[in-house]
């Protein structure tokens, strides 16, 4: 279960303290230009260590590109990428050989596998995204060809919400804040969490704009369902809202409908998703990031032989996780529309008909 996608699709590798992460991305059309200066930077704005805002640990998170890619150009084989660890410090989790954290997967993994990798979580831990980014990067280079841009930031931290929303102006944010009037808010909330060595939640808006009508593919694999999914999978993730989300069930048919015109629809409060199937209006999406779990207070757990104790974490870590997460939600959404655009061709012969006219 360590590969997401049906035809554009990708497998990642690695582990938190391991030598290296990587993916390996099946299904991308020859003759896709890789940007490879672009995927870096999508890199670059999820690793760590680049602000006081997230975790100290320092990582280049420099892609290498081992396959699938020649002159710069995709040759419709499998694109290989790797990532390698710079800065583990795994005598910080030394002390937790034998504890579960609590919040942490920890206790899952252990109790699933009858054993567990410690450092840092392994296989568990939140720098597995490091490859999703990797691999997003270049499903959105393939959505830039269709005209489909992809958007995220953060629109809610330790409670404090936006009131406004400006995509460009949070791609230049420190911490991609969507609403400048009350960013100072969100970071002096992130820096109290960070005096009282406490940790604070965060929620992420995603828009996709440019999306064609049509995409999803019913009964079992809609596209709201397959957003919902993929953005329940990342870490720390606990609820989702496609549109209006929970405030579409507080509504009436007669305001939640958005009725429609020979120009449009008059108002999105389904998110651009009827039926499963993309409308042709914008997706708008919010993911729900709780705190992050690794905070430096006592706290109660067991160990391995399940006796109670107590414990106190060390190491580095994000104080809040929706930040960095914002990245990661960008590049997942980017991955499930490029595979609902390669899944969209089997809809109708004349998609198969251009194709092979």
Do not use: W
Not at 13 to 31: R, T
Not at 143 to 166: F, M, N, P, T
Not at 218 to 247: F, R, S, T, W
């Amino acid at each position: 279960m360590n590969t997401f996608g049906e035809k554009f699709k990708f497998t990642t590798f690695g582990e938190s303290h391991g030598k290296a992460l990587g993916c390996i991305v099946d299904g991308v059309p020859a003759g896709l230009k890789i940007d490879e200066e672009f995927i870096q930077a999508q890199m670059d704005k999820r690793k760590p260590g680049k602000s006081k805002f997230e975790t100290s640990r320092k990582e280049s998170d420099k892609v290498e590109i081992l396959s699938g890619v020649f002159e710069g150009i995709s040759t419709g084989t499998p694109i290989a990428m790797i990532i390698f660890n710079e800065n583990q410090k795994s005598r910080d989790y030394s002390n937790v050989k034998d504890l579960f954290r609590p919040g942490h997967a920890d206790f899952t993994y252990f109790h699933k596998y009858g054993l567990r990798d410690y450092r840092g979580g392994g296989r568990s831990s939140a720098r597995e995204t490091a490859a999703r980014v990797a691999a997003g990067a270049i499903a959105q280079l393939l959505l830039d060809q269709l005209g489909i841009k992809v958007q995220a930031g953060i629109c809610e931290i330790a409670g404090i919400k936006s009131e406004q929303i400006d995509f460009e102006y949070s791609a230049n944010s420190t911490i991609f804040a969507l609403d400048k009037d009350i960013e100072s808010k969100q970071k002096d909330a992130i820096s109290q969490a960070l005096k009282e060595h406490d940790s604070v939640g965060g929620a992420v808006l995603i828009k996709a704009s440019g999306v064609p009508i049509g995409l999803g593919e019913p009964m079992y694999h809609k596209l709201d369902g397959q957003i919902a999914a993929a953005m329940m999978g990342l870490n720390a993730v606990k609820a989702v809202e496609i549109g209006d989300g929970i405030e579409a069930s507080r509504s009436k048919g007669s305001k939640n409908n958005d009725q429609i015109s020979s120009k449009g629809f008059l108002s999105n409060h389904s998110g651009g998703i009827l039926g499963g199937i993309s409308n042709g209006d914008d997706i708008i999406t919010k993911v729900y990031f709780k705190p992050t779990p690794s905070i430096f207070i006592e706290q109660q757990t067991v160990n391995e032989q399940n006796e109670d104790t107590n414990y106190y974490l060390k190491g580095r870590h994000d104080p809040c996780v929706a930040i960095r997460g914002s990245v990661v939600c960008q590049a997942m959404m980017a991955l499930i529309l490029a595979d609902m655009v390669l899944l969209n061709m089997n809809s109708k012969m004349d998609n198969l008909k251009a194709v092979y006219n």
